[in-house]
């Protein structure tokens, strides 16, 4: 079926999904004060302005780039499920937008900051949960997101030797028997 033939709707989804994989690609190749939305927008075939119309903002775009949970294709088997997770370390391994740390490092300490962090990871808890089967998926949905969150928070605020040290495909590997564990049928 043609491209023009889907409903508007679905068009509409894998635009969005273009623009987004080729902003997690460029976010991780060159970082997020070097990516721009003009170059974005052209690695996703699209025009710029429509980069802005999706995601308002550069700002916006990052942040939809890197959440912890991607939102699960619908049908995605457990092992794609953890390796759409494990995609997302190169983006949390790299350069994060100092806006983006500054929530990180206030979210433990300010009430608005803390706020704002959980219904995000809320959000993305939900979203990982209804891809996990089993009674006890939203606790195995929320494992998942703080073994993410504290990765990333591991390597980008405490600047754990051995996470700085570690390249996000070492990191992948060994998180990988875990993530499967987590969200697999037989955790159920």
């Known amino acids: 079926m043609g491209e023009r033939l889907l409903p508007r709707a679905e068009r ?59 939102v699960p294709e619908p049908g995605l088997g457990a092992e794609e499920l953890v390796e759409t997770l494990l995609g997302t370390l190169n983006l949390k391994m790299g350069e994060l937008p100092q806006s983006t740390l500054a929530m990180m490092r206030s979210m433990l300490t300010h009430p608005e900051a803390a706020t704002s962090a959980k219904e995000t990871l809320d959000g993305q808890i939900n979203r990982l949960a209804e891809a996990i089967s089993g009674e006890d998926a939203r606790l195995r949905a929320a494992l998942v997101t703080m073994i993410m969150v504290g990765v990333t928070v591991g390597r980008q605020l405490l600047e754990l030797d051995e996470l700085r040290g570690a390249s996000p495909e070492d990191i992948a590997r060994l998180l990988r028997p875990s993530l499967r564990a987590l969200t697999g049928p037989e955790a159920s």
């Open 12 to 70: 509409r989804r894998r635009t969005e999904g273009r623009i987004l994989d080729a902003a997690r690609a460029l976010f991780a190749e060159v970082g997020y004060e070097r990516a721009t939305v003009r170059a974005i927008a052209r690695a996703a075939g699209v025009d710029p302005a429509l980069v802005m119309q999706y995601f308002g903002n550069k700002q916006a775009l990052f942040q939809e780039a890197v959440r912890m949970t991607p």
